[in-house]
C-alpha cells in the first residue's frame, strides 16, 4: 500500500491536527495516486479525527494540503474521482445563492 520510494513519501504525515498523537504509518490508506500527486486518508487511533491529504510533486518542491473529514474513504473517492463541474454548472450555482434558492433546492434533493 505505502511504496517508500516514492517522491511522495507519506512519512510526512506524522502527528493528528486535533490530540497530536502520532500516526501508525502502517494505517495511512493511499485513496488514489496518479501523475499529479498522492490522496491519502488517515484516522487518529487515539481521537478518531480523520484527515484527508493532497500531496504533490512540482519542481519547486512538494505541496501538501490537509483538511480534517467527517467522510470515509469511499465517500472520498466517489467525490475525488466524479465528473468535474462546467462552467454554467457554476454559474447556474451562483444564480441560486443570489435569489436565496440555495436551500430550498437542497431541501427539494433531500
Same mark, same amino acid.
Not at 495511512?28 to 504533490?56: M, P, W
Not at 466517489?78 to 436551500?103: C, P, R, S, W, Y
Given at each position: 500500500?505505502?511504496? &517508500? ?20 504509518? &502502517? ?21 478518531? &479525527? ?61
Amino acid at each position: 500500500m505505502i511504496n &517508500s520510494n516514492s517522491p511522495l513519501n507519506i512519512k510526512l504525515i506524522k502527528k493528528c491536527p486535533v490530540c497530536a498523537s502520532e500516526y501508525n504509518q &502502517s494505517q495511512i490508506q493511499v485513496l488514489h495516486e496518479s501523475d499529479y500527486g498522492l490522496l491519502t486518508y488517515a484516522t487518529c487511533r487515539k481521537c478518531s &479525527s480523520n484527515l484527508l491529504t493532497k500531496f504533490s510533486s512540482l519542481p519547486q518542491g512538494i505541496v501538501g494540503n490537509a483538511i480534517l473529514t467527517d467522510l470515509k474513504p469511499q465517500e472520498v473517492l466517489d467525490f475525488a474521482i466524479g465528473d468535474d463541474l462546467d462552467a454554467d454548472q457554476v454559474l447556474d450555482m451562483q444564480t441560486m445563492i443570489k435569489n436565496n434558492q440555495l436551500i430550498n433546492n437542497f431541501k427539494e434533493i433531500i
